[in-house]
């Protein structure tokens, strides 16, 4: 009985010796698929990144998750700057859907969809991101998709909202509502708010330039 047991260890000892150095060969091999497609992709060769890196995702490797991911990474970007947006927002929303917390994801597929010009699913999104992140990146994002739509009544909803969240950021929404009360020719809204904002921000030319600017207007 002893010997039986130890020969079914032996056996098993060896599956796993097997099993681990199987695995090890595929993660080395996924590893040079991944070092030459970022070599292409560094090289803007974006097709041939996107053949080695496709190559690489198909090995599979207990070892490789985080590779794994990192390749999707640049595979998708590999399909956005050769103007493949719709295929670099499957990737983003495939690697969204593995980590609904990340922001940038939700960022990056929205960024596919705007150069789609599908600026409602790239809002919808931002505001995804917005619900399950907390992240005032989104509330930014979508304020400058309304201001890019000329819906400012939205921008500016979204643009307080970021006032009301972010202190941090205060000053980059504040410097928001400066140029939707200038697109809606609301110059007195806009010159009082810069006024507002340049006692905060005293230094910043951009928003001395601004009220210099209002003052013509009022």
Do not use: H
Not at 64 to 73: F, I, N, P, T
Not at 150 to 156: G, K, T, V
Not at 173 to 192: G, H, N, P, T, W
Request: charged content about 35%.
């Amino acid at each position: 009985m002893v010997k039986i047991i130890r020969v079914v260890l032996i056996i098993l000892l060896a599956a796993l010796i097997g099993l681990g150095g199987f695995q090890w060969r595929n993660y080395q091999k996924k590893k040079e698929c991944r070092d030459n497609g970022l070599l292409y992709f560094k090289e803007e060769d974006y097709e041939k990144s996107i053949t080695y890196l496709k190559k690489g995702l198909k090995g599979i490797s207990m070892f490789g998750k985080e590779m794994d991911e990192d390749m999707s990474c640049y595979l998708a970007e590999s399909y956005y700057r050769l103007g493949e947006y719709e295929e670099a927002a499957r990737i983003y929303r495939s690697l969204r859907g593995r980590n609904s917390g990340k922001e940038s994801y939700y960022v990056l597929e929205a960024e596919a969809y705007m150069a789609m010009e599908q600026r409602d699913k790239a809002v919808e999104l931002y505001e995804k991101g917005w619900k399950n992140t907390g992240s005032s990146v989104f509330l930014s994002k979508i304020c400058d998709a309304y201001i890019g739509s000329e819906d400012y009544e939205e921008a500016l909803r979204y643009a307080d909202l970021g006032l009301e969240k972010d202190e941090e950021n205060a000053g980059e929404f504040l410097f928001k509502k400066i140029v939707i009360y200038e697109k809606c020719e609301d110059y007195s809204s806009a010159y009082e708010t810069a006024v507002q904002y340049t006692a905060l921000y005293p230094d910043d030319e951009k928003g001395l330039k601004e009220l210099k600017f209002l003052e013509t207007r009022i």
